[in-house]
């Protein structure tokens, strides 16, 4: 059987650890905050309603494309433009096409940026391997200007981090959404992860400090994972709502 991405790929290992995952989401949470098209997820009104519903149904939509048969994922892609379509024709508009990239540009940077936090940094080799499989997941989507590699990517990135972005009334909507979801606990402790992956545009529009409290707590949390003990941490910090959900994200070693 083929796969949509290869079974031994470190796409699998970077989106086969909830604890990952969780900061993939942490990143994108504070991304999708500043995107110029954000009100196109408050068309729907689900976005604010739950925002983290909203985001988790994202990165949970991309690992059933990263750990699907190769048709399945087709399928799953194929589904997702469609849904996306549908609200485009009730809004009478199109969603523009630099959107799209922005999203699956969030997806290969914090894909890449958590798995160097937690575990250890990517040779280049690996980081194209990341690239080529959400530049596959795009070109599926029908997305123009894709750059082809990696290295082509970077420069494309940038320039998006900088034409794109933007703090406006949704922003501070959504964090205060954020907020109310997460508790004023939770919530810090989601401020504090996203300092440690978002890149500097982001920390410059939220006005992020450089150092992040959880910096320190990192090394210990990646000892607690050695003796077991991460889930004792996760079921303390995470949503009630979001344990069982996130406990799935953990693919068992066969």
């Given at each position: 059987m083929q796969?949509?991405?290869?079974?031994?790929?470190i796409v699998r290992k970077i989106w086969g650890k909830s604890d990952t995952v969780l900061f993939i989401f942490a990143g994108a949470a504070a991304e999708f905050a500043l995107n110029k098209a954000v009100d196109w997820l408050y068309f729907t009104g689900r976005l604010p309603a739950d925002p983290l519903g909203r985001l988790f149904s994202t990165v949970s939509y991309a690992r059933k494309i990263i750990f699907s048969p190769a048709a399945e994922a087709h399928k799953a892609?194929?589904?997702m433009r469609q849904i996306h379509t549908a609200v485009e024709k009730n809004r009478g508009s199109s969603i523009p096409?630099?959107?799209?990239?922005?999203?699956?540009?969030?997806?290969i940077h914090y894909s890449i940026a958590s798995y160097e936090l937690l575990e250890k940094k990517?040779?280049?080799?690996?980081?194209?391997?990341?690239?080529n499989v959400f530049y596959r997941v795009g070109t599926r989507m029908r997305l123009k200007e894709l750059p082809a590699t990696y290295i082509e990517w970077l420069p494309v990135r940038h320039?998006?981090?900088?034409?794109?972005?933007?703090?406006s009334e949704y922003t501070a909507d959504l964090f205060k959404?954020?907020?109310?979801?997460?508790?004023?606990?939770?919530?810090?402790?989601?401020i504090e992860g996203q300092?440690?992956?978002?890149?500097?545009?982001?920390?410059?529009?939220?006005?992020?400090?450089?150092?992040s409290l959880l910096t320190p707590v990192v090394p210990i949390y990646k000892i607690s994972r050695l003796m077991k003990m991460d889930w004792l941490l996760k079921s303390i910090l995470l949503p009630?709502?979001?344990k069982e959900q996130i406990k799935e994200l953990d693919v068992k070693k066969k």
């Open positions: 796969f949509f991405v290869e079974e031994n790929s892609i194929d589904t096409d630099w959107a799209y990239r922005d999203v699956l540009f969030m997806l990517l040779s280049n080799e690996e980081k194209e391997e990341v690239y320039l998006h981090l900088m034409a794109d972005l933007q703090k959404q954020y907020k109310k979801h997460l508790g004023a606990m939770r919530f810090k402790v989601l300092k440690l992956v978002v890149p500097d545009r982001v920390k410059e529009l939220l006005q992020f400090k450089d150092f009630a709502d979001y």
